[in-house]
């Protein structure tokens, strides 16, 4: 079953997600895992639905109940199951470090909620080409503190970060060549095959070339889904590869 990640960011005013809300609810869907990343005030809007609901990040200091910060207990209370952590935008402008991810990919799954993990190289690291090194870090020092049992409730999300919000072409062949690095060092160093997700502005019409690499086990996409009828677009695209 393919995956689809679609991650609003912090779009829609809430007039704005009570008609998506509506429009959302009537697709159907069978044969795709479909996972809502709203901002987290809509969340409860969702409540109930037959949307797997996800958090685009989470707290890190869970047992301190701060100010500003939401609950895991807030959050399993509204059937979160899913969580976005280590996205590019979180580690440029908060300078999010791999210790405060771990941390809070760690405070994921101990509550079972699992986890979406963002990784990917920056333009001028593939232009210095050190990419494939830079995806090994950015696993290893992450999946290296966490058991197979943890392990398994992993999502990996590559995302070019200079693709991210860009209207560019595709290289194809070097996504399908990054996505079968990823899932070959996890499947020879910790033995287990998790599911890899694209994502770097994905639309109704790019996807298509990227339909025909079968090692991609879906896609993270924001901004195109911000019309619901992509979704439904989208969706009928995956579904007929």
């Known amino acids: 079953m393919k995956y689809l990640i679609c991650n609003l960011k912090a779009n829609k005013t809430y007039e704005e997600m009570l ?3 509506d429009r959302l609810l009537n697709i159907k869907n069978s044969s795709i895992n479909l996972i809502f990343a709203p901002s987290s005030i809509y969340l409860p809007l969702f409540k109930d ?3 797997n609901l996800c958090i685009q990040d989470i707290a890190l200091n869970e047992k301190l109940n701060l100010t500003g910060d939401i609950s895991i207990q807030q959050l399993k209370s509204l059937d979160v199951k899913y969580a976005i952590i280590g996205h590019f935008e979180r580690r440029k402008y908060y300078k999010e470090t791999e210790y405060e991810i771990l941390a809070k990919i760690k405070n994921a799954l101990k509550e079972n909620i699992k986890v979406i993990y963002c990784i990917g190289e920056t333009e001028e690291e ?3 080409h050190v990419e494939y090194y830079v995806l090994e870090r950015e696993i290893a020092r992450i999946f290296n503190k966490l058991d197979n049992t943890e392990l398994k409730n992993i999502i990996i999300a590559y ?3 200079y693709l991210i919000g860009q209207n560019t072409s595709y290289n194809t062949a070097k996504i399908a060549s990054m996505i079968n690095f990823i ?3 996890v499947k020879d160093y910790y033995h287990l095959n998790i599911p890899v997700v694209f994502g770097g502005s994905i639309n109704k019409d790019n ?3 990227l339909l025909k690499n079968k ?3 879906g896609f993270m996409i924001c901004s195109s889904i911000l019309n619901p009828d992509n979704i ?3 969706m009928t695209k995956i579904q007929l590869q």
């Open 19 to 21: 008609i998506y809300k």
């Open 49 to 51: 639905s037959n949307i």
């Open 126 to 128: 593939n232009m210095r």
């Open 159 to 161: 995302e070019p970060t």
């Open 183 to 185: 899932k070959t060092l």
């Open 207 to 209: 996807i298509n070339e």
């Open 215 to 217: 090692n991609i086990d």
């Open 232 to 234: 439904t677009k989208i």
